[in-house]
T-cell receptor, first 112, second 115 residues
Framework: DAGVTQSPTHLIKTRGQQVTLRCSPKSGHDTVSWYQQALGQGPQFIFQYYEEEERQRGNFPDRFSGHQFPNYSSELNVNALLLGDSALYLC???????????FGQGTRLTVV | AQSVTQPDIHITVSEGASLELRCNYSYGATPYLFWYVQSPGQGLQLLLKYFSGDTLVQGIKGFEAEFKRSQSSFNLRKPSVHWSDAAEYFCAVAPSTDSWGKFQFGAGTQVVVTP
């Protein structure tokens, strides 16, 4: 079992650019959540996808958007990158919306 | 406002000694409570969770946590720490089943284990 996989592992972007991060959930999981973890802080919830729809959303601007595909994988898109978007982005998957969430190793995004 | 507080940013403990990490929450009702561990370069791993019932919860790697409603606390403990327990520990809450997956995390406690 591959667990939750995220790509890429590291990424450097320039302010104002756009970025796409990818997540493949653990086998058998159909729900994906995204979190932003700034340095020295706990993860903050961005949004959750289930059945290809955004089900819940945290306090993040519309520059943050996502998508879930029929195979349950998911993308996180961030437009007009700011320096403050530099963080570790974590993906978590679960089977349904009310079961244990498994986290990937994250994508480290650096905005310069 | 709803919040999760981990008062200790950094704890140093000797190998073999006991460990206790504190977590306090502020919510209108008892939320669902979790402890996660994050090793360098790794994602988060669930140690244990509390939904209801017995207030002493057993988890993996020899960890346990006690829920105290009167103190709004969910402290994590381990009787004897191993060098491999050096990591960052996060307390998290989910306010309700409707908000499951929308975890709110504390700021974390970094644990250093000395020989």
């Amino acid at each position: 079992d591959a667990g939750v996989t995220q790509s890429p592992t590291h990424l450097i972007k320039t302010r104002g650019q756009q970025v796409t991060l990818r997540c493949s959930p653990k086998s058998g999981h159909d729900t994906v959540s995204w979190y932003q973890q700034a340095l020295g802080q706990g993860p903050q919830f961005i949004f959750q996808y289930y059945e290809e729809e955004e089900r819940q959303r945290g306090n993040f601007p519309d520059r943050f958007s996502g998508h879930q595909f029929p195979n349950y994988s998911s993308e996180l898109n961030v437009n007009a990158l700011l320096l403050g978007d530099s963080a570790l982005y974590l993906c978590a998957s679960s089977r349904g919306m009310n079961t244990e969430a498994f986290f990937g190793q994250g994508t480290r995004l650096t905005v310069v | 406002a709803q919040s999760v507080t981990q008062p200790d940013i950094h704890i140093t403990v000797s190998e073999g000694a006991s460990l206790e990490l504190r977590c306090n929450y502020s919510y209108g009702a008892t939320p669902y409570l979790f402890w996660y561990v994050q090793s360098p370069g790794q994602g988060l791993q669930l140690l244990l969770k509390y939904f209801s019932g017995d207030t002493l919860v057993q988890g993996i790697k020899g960890f346990e946590a006690e829920f105290k409603r009167s103190q709004s606390s969910f402290n994590l403990r381990k009787p004897s720490v191993h060098w491999s327990d050096a990591a960052e520990y996060f307390c998290a809450v989910a306010p309700s089943t409707d908000s499951w997956g929308k975890f709110q995390f504390g700021a974390g406690t970094q644990v250093v284990v000395t020989p």
